[in-house]
């Protein structure tokens, strides 16, 4: 069986670091992240996502279990775990959809869409407008 990989958006890579939030993650979704957990999957956490997790736990918005570097580190102690730069050509390609309003959603659509893989996201109108897969 060939390992999936997928491209992660914020608020699934969040659930899926608070065991209590699992629940919040769609079934494939959640599979997908576990296999990626035990080496049967891979998961692109694009460097936005990472920005956008920085500046929700700054602001207080969110409550990492652990500082923001430690928790970084436990994201990509995992090799499947993998951190996608923001490109010019990632970039190129968020310009391109403007349909979605959040600059965050488009960057991340956009790392899907260069990388040519699905998005795990649980708003669909995000990956249609990009035109990836959806894993939810």
């Known amino acids: 069986m060939a390992a999936e990989i997928a491209v992660t958006d914020t608020h699934s890579l969040l659930w899926y670091g608070e065991p209590r939030a699992h629940r919040k993650l769609g079934r494939?979704?959640?599979?997908?992240?576990q296999r990626a957990d035990v080496g049967q999957a891979a998961v692109y956490v694009p460097a936005l996502v990472l920005a956008e997790v920085s500046e929700l736990a700054h602001l207080g918005r969110i409550m990492l279990q652990v500082p923001f570097d430690d928790w970084m580190d436990g994201v990509f102690g995992n090799?499947?775990?993998i951190a996608q730069p923001l490109t010019d050509?990632?970039?190129?390609?968020a310009h391109q959809l403007f349909a979605i309003p959040e600059r965050g959603d488009r960057v991340i659509a956009a790392t899907a869409m260069a990388l040519e893989l699905p998005l795990i996201t649980r708003d669909p109108a995000i990956a249609g407008c990009a035109g990836v897969?959806?894993?939810w």
């Open 28 to 33: 494939h979704a959640l599979a997908l992240f």
């Open 89 to 93: 050509q990632i970039v190129r390609t």
């Open 133 to 135: 897969g959806l894993v």
């Open 79 to 81: 090799p499947c775990f």
